[in-house]
Structures are given as C-alpha cells and as structure tokens.
C-alpha cells in the first residue's frame, strides 16, 4: 500500500502546494509516500532537486507531451502508472492543474474521488474527507466507498511542516502519452508586468468597503509600504474598480495565509472570511465594533481607519527608525 502526491510544477517552478501534498500524504499513514513528477524532457532534475521533504520514493516521468501542462496527458500517464502499482491515495493540489487532470483520473480508473478536501483521514481501509461548504460556513465529512485506489484533491494552504528530510530514491519511469488527447499544450503565457500574487505575501494590508473610495487607498497603501507589505481587498473594492481583481481575497477570489493580515474597514463576511482565517495573526480595523470580523481577529482596534491608520504608520516608522 503507498500514497502518491502528484507534485505540481509550472513553468518549471515547483509550487508551494507540493509542501502541503507531501504533509498530507505522510499524516495519512497510509504507507510509503511516493511523489510523482511528470514533465518535459530534461525538466525533472530541477524539480526534483528542489523536492520538499517528506517522500519515500520520487517516481520520474518525463516525455515531450508533459511538457507545459496538458490536464489530458497527466490523467493519462497517472492512470497508466496507476494500474501498474495500485497506489492506496493519489494526492493532487485543488488548483486548476488539479481541478482539471484529478477527476478525469478518477474516471479513467473508475476510482471514487473527493476534490477541494480540507483533512483528509486514512479510517479502516477508507478514506474520508472533510469538505469545507457554504462557503465555509459548514464542514461536511464524507467517506469514500472502499477501492483499490481512491483520489483526492487537497485545498492549498491547510498542512503543517512536513516530514523531517530524508532520502527518497527516485525511479525513472517508462512512460507513453496516447495520441488523440483532444488538446496539447501551446505555451505559458505571462501575467502583465506588475501583477502580483497576494497569496505569496507574508504581510497582507488589506481594504475594504470601508476605506470610502479609490483615492483613499493610498492609506492602506502607506501602511504596506511601512511594513513592507502588500496591498489585498475584499470584494466590494474590485466591484467598485478600485483596486485589480488579482488583490481580491474571498471565496471568489484567492485564499491567502499570511504571516499578518490587516483588516481594514472589512466587515467579515464569512466569503471573505473563509479565505484568510488561517492567517497567523489577524489585526482588524472597524469603526462596529459588532462588526463580524473581531470575531476572527486576534487583535480588533474600534475606530475610525483614518485615525488609527496614520497612527500605525508613525508607529511603525518610529520602530524602524525611518521616521
Ligand atoms: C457568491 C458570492 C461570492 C463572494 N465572494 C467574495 C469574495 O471573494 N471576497 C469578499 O470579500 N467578498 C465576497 N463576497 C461579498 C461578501 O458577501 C461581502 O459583501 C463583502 O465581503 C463585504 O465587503 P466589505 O467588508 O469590504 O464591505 P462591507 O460589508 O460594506 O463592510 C465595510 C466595513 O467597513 C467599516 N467601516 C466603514 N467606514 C470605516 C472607517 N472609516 N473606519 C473603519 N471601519 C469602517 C464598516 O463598519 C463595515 O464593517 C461574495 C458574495 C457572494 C454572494
């Protein structure tokens, strides 16, 4: 019996996420882990150099047709490799790569599978899940009928450390795409210059419909500055056109989980909310103090954001001798 994590790559940078999969996958205790790599011709060495601990094994693919991503072609080869070793769990990242190859190999294996898992349990030869619905507002756990293999997809972001390192062997392993996917890989097409990943931030100052309008988000943005933070929001300000859809933090925009993570004029709603939850320390900014958010905060300053801001701002600038 074994556990795979598929690590997940793009353009030939490993993703955080295979962290979280490697943790995942031990804590199952479900037997040897083995992470593996598909990729282009010449791809895998990088990435497996760069592998997170906590795998037994490394089992390598590498053929032309994994090069990029193509959800077709992971789904094919991991069914193939699949069959041949009989994996107990295959573990893949609730990404889009994810959400693409994981159920179509759940088809091709007619194995029960679970997607956007937030824990996962290995109970009497079963796996269950818990699934975080409603938009979080409820939890629902779900077990999966009993297969030779089962496959799941695991919400980023939920996993402590991972396993002390270790020396995994790491296998090549012969493998052939089929002809008529139904789709190939063209290229990886760069975000515009100056985008940013509010997910990768470890301090997020972030704004919501509080903050009035567009021009006074130069507030929150003399903050991050001070901190050395970045700049996210909450829905209502993307809505309104004051700030990009890529800072948006909520349910239909990103999870994030950084290391601070400052409200400010955010109410708390439970779409924004299940998003940052997970922050280490949570500094809310509301003029309510009934305002939902201090109930997820561990810090809640009542007051006007216009105040409290610029007192934040000399305060900090005082403590790194920048004033
Ligand atoms: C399907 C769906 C998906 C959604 N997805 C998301 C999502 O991804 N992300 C998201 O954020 N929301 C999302 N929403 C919207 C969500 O329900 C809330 O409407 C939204 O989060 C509220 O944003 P807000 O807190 O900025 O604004 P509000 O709820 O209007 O809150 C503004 C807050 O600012 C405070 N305030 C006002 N002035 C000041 C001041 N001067 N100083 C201090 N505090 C002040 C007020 O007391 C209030 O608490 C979604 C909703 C739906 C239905």
């Known amino acids: 019996?074994?556990?795979?994590?598929?690590?997940?790559?793009?353009?030939?940078?490993?993703?955080?996420?295979?962290?979280?999969?490697?943790?995942?996958?031990?804590?199952?205790?479900?037997?040897?882990?083995?992470a593996v790599v598909l990729?282009?011709?010449?791809?895998?060495?990088?990435?497996?150099?760069?592998?997170?601990?906590?795998a037994h094994r490394v089992a390598v693919a590498e053929h032309p047709d994994l090069a990029g991503f193509n959800g077709a072609a992971w789904a094919a080869v991991l069914a193939a490799l699949a069959r041949r070793e009989v994996p107990a769990v295959i573990l893949g990242a609730h990404s889009a790569a994810g959400a693409d190859w994981a159920p179509a190999l759940a088809a091709l294996l007619d194995a029960p599978v679970?997607?956007?898992?937030?824990?996962?349990?290995?109970?009497?030869g079963a796996l269950t899940a818990q699934r975080s619905v409603y938009g979080g507002k409820l939890h629902a756990r779900v077990r999966?009928?009993?297969?030779?293999?089962?496959?799941a997809t695991v919400?980023?972001?939920?996993?402590?450390?991972?396993?002390?390192a270790g020396t995994a062997a790491v296998d090549r392993v012969e493998v052939q795409v089929p002809s008529g996917l139904g789709k190939r890989f063209v290229e990886w097409v760069q975000e515009?210059?100056?985008?940013?990943?509010?997910?990768?931030a470890d301090v997020l100052v972030s704004v919501g419909r509080g903050i009035g309008d567009a021009e006074?988000?130069?507030?929150?943005?003399?903050?991050?500055?001070?901190?050395?933070?970045?700049?996210?929001c909450s829905r209502p300000v993307v809505d309104l056109g004051w700030l990009p859809k890529e800072r948006q933090v909520g349910v239909s925009g990103k999870t994030v989980k950084p290391k601070v993570y400052l409200a400010l004029g955010i109410s708390g709603a439970f779409?924004?909310?299940?998003?940052?939850k997970d922050a280490g320390c949570i500094i809310a900014v509301n003029k309510d103090p009934k305002a939902p958010i201090f109930r997820t905060a561990h810090y809640g300053i009542v007051g006007d954001l216009f105040k409290v801001v610029p007192a934040l701002i000399k305060a900090v600038r005082e403590a790194r001798g920048t004033a």
């Open 271 to 276: 779409q924004h909310v299940t998003a940052m």
């Open 216 to 232: 006074s988000v130069e507030v929150a943005e003399a903050l991050a500055e001070a901190l050395g933070a970045t700049v996210s």
């Open 144 to 151: 999966l009928a009993p297969a030779s293999t089962t496959v």
């Open 1 to 34: 019996m074994s556990v795979w994590t598929v690590v997940e790559h793009r353009a030939g940078a490993m993703r955080d996420v295979t962290a979280d999969l490697l943790a995942r996958a031990g804590g199952l205790d479900a037997g040897p882990v083995t």
């Open 39 to 54: 990729a282009g011709p010449g791809e895998a060495d990088g990435l497996v150099s760069g592998l997170p601990p906590g």
């Open 192 to 200: 515009a210059a100056g985008s940013v990943d509010i997910a990768q």
């Open 155 to 164: 919400r980023p972001g939920g996993a402590d450390a991972p396993l002390p």
């Open 114 to 124: 679970v997607t956007d898992a937030v824990d996962l349990a290995w109970e009497d």
